[in-house]
């Protein structure tokens, strides 16, 4: 792995973080112990870096080899995963805002997407 993509995979787990810290102090009206926010943040960080990894990595190299790794291409794989959050509410699962929290997972995605593809062009 060259220095780039670990540069790349690292803001993605920075841009996780704080997308996390906002996601946790939106859900709780501002109202959180620093400890919580702190473990949920990390938590919220890996979780992005996961799919990063697992869905954005395989992407990343298939759009390199064709080199058509533009970023409108990035923004769009980064925002797919948000839309399992539809087909998680329809299994059943309870969401106050079922808009607000795709609209959220979107943007944290597309935020993602933009930080490595910053990154791995060494623009960063």
Not at 91 to 99: A, K, Q
Not at 100 to 121: D, E, N, Q, S
Request: glycine share 12%.
């Amino acid at each position: 792995m060259n220095k780039k993509l670990l540069l790349a995979l690292a803001a993605v787990f920075v841009s996780g973080v704080f997308n996390a810290a906002i996601y946790v102090l939106w859900i709780s009206d501002g109202h959180t112990e620093f400890g919580f926010l702190l473990i949920m943040s990390i938590l919220g960080g890996g979780t992005v870096l996961g799919y990063t990894t697992f869905w954005g990595l395989p992407w990343h190299f298939l759009l390199e080899h064709k080199r058509i790794g533009s970023l409108p291409k990035y923004l769009a794989i980064g925002a797919i995963p948000s839309l399992v959050i539809p087909i998680d509410y329809f299994l059943g699962s309870h969401y106050v805002n079922i808009i607000g929290h795709v609209v959220f997972m979107c943007y944290v995605g597309m935020v993602a997407a933009t930080v490595f593809w910053w990154a791995v062009r060494g623009y960063a």
